[in-house]
């Protein structure tokens, strides 16, 4: 009970704040995962965009790490964007995606190198992307804390080209060995429209 309420305590002391100094998007996202006996690991998230990219997002998911050191992970991902700000009224973009990642241990700085491809069904767009992420984190980092930075090109083979690159940093706070708070800002630059959307992200990993 005191790790819940500890977690719940750190949120609302810097939910408010975050708000305050949102550009144009927020992000707020709520997962957890199981180990099984099995030596896999089932993974499921729930978050929501506001602003610019207002909408739904969940997710469902099995990983497993091989001997290689190397992790794959099979998931669904859905994003539901509102309709024109809309209540009740949005659009449906189901995606199925496959992965595959490695984590280069340096003391105590890591390096993830992660390929992951998925398909897109439903009424926003269709077809494949390729999306590698880079990520760069360096852990025991003032007294605990892991500060990270992460890059995510999408590469869209239906249009052949970038459409756009997510760009996050941020620290993780390991509340306790089993509730993971996620502070950072997230950006999303729209390569086409040579846009960028940006604002803070906030996030909780629970370990079941």
Same mark, same amino acid.
């Given at each position: 009970?005191?790790?819940?309420?500890?977690?719940? /305590?750190?949120? @609302?002391?810097?939910?408010?704040?975050?708000?305050?100094?949102?550009?144009?998007?927020?992000?707020?996202?709520?997962?957890? @995962?199981?180990?099984?006996?099995?030596?896999?690991?089932?993974?499921? @998230?729930?978050?929501?965009?506001?602003?610019?990219?207002?909408?739904? /997002?969940?997710?469902?998911?099995?990983?497993?790490?091989? !001997?290689?050191? /190397?992790?794959?992970?099979?998931?669904?991902?859905?994003?539901?964007?509102?309709?024109? +700000?809309? %209540?009740?009224?949005?659009?449906?973009?189901?995606?199925?995606?496959? @992965?595959?990642?490695?984590?280069?241990?340096?003391?105590?700085?890591?390096?993830?190198?992660?390929?992951?491809?998925?398909?897109?069904?439903?009424?926003?767009?269709?077809?494949?992307?390729?999306?590698?992420?880079?990520?760069?984190?360096?852990?025991?980092? /003032?007294?605990?804390?892991?500060?990270?930075?992460?890059?995510?090109?999408?590469?869209?083979?239906?249009?052949?080209?970038?459409?756009? *690159?997510?760009?996050?940093?941020?620290?993780?706070?390991?509340? *306790?060995?089993?509730?993971?708070? $996620?502070?950072?800002?997230? $950006?999303?630059?729209?390569? %086409?429209? !040579?846009?960028?959307?940006? +604002?803070?992200?906030? +996030?909780?990993?629970? %370990?079941?």
């Amino acid at each position: 009970m005191f790790r819940f309420t500890r977690c719940a /305590l750190f949120i @609302s002391v810097f939910i408010f704040p975050l708000n305050l100094y949102a550009d144009n998007l927020r992000f707020i996202n709520i997962s957890a @995962s199981k180990s099984l006996s099995s030596g896999h690991t089932l993974i499921g @998230s729930f978050g929501n965009l506001h602003e610019e990219f207002e909408g739904e /997002l969940a997710y469902l998911g099995v990983a497993k790490k091989m !001997k290689s050191s /190397l992790v794959w992970e099979l998931g669904y991902f859905g994003y539901f964007p509102s309709v024109n +700000g809309v %209540k009740g009224s949005h659009l449906e973009d189901h995606r199925i995606r496959g @992965s595959l990642s490695k984590t280069f241990v340096f003391n105590n700085w890591h390096f993830m190198h992660r390929s992951r491809v998925e398909y897109r069904m439903g009424q926003v767009s269709g077809g494949f992307r390729y999306r590698p992420t880079f990520q760069l984190a360096k852990t025991n980092f /003032l007294g605990g804390l892991t500060a990270y930075t992460e890059v995510e090109p999408f590469y869209d083979f239906k249009e052949n080209e970038l459409t756009l *690159t997510l760009l996050t940093a941020g620290v993780k706070w390991p509340v *306790t060995p089993d509730i993971i708070v $996620n502070i950072g800002h997230f $950006n999303i630059f729209l390569n %086409k429209a !040579k846009t960028h959307t940006k +604002g803070p992200l906030i +996030g909780v990993h629970i %370990k079941l």
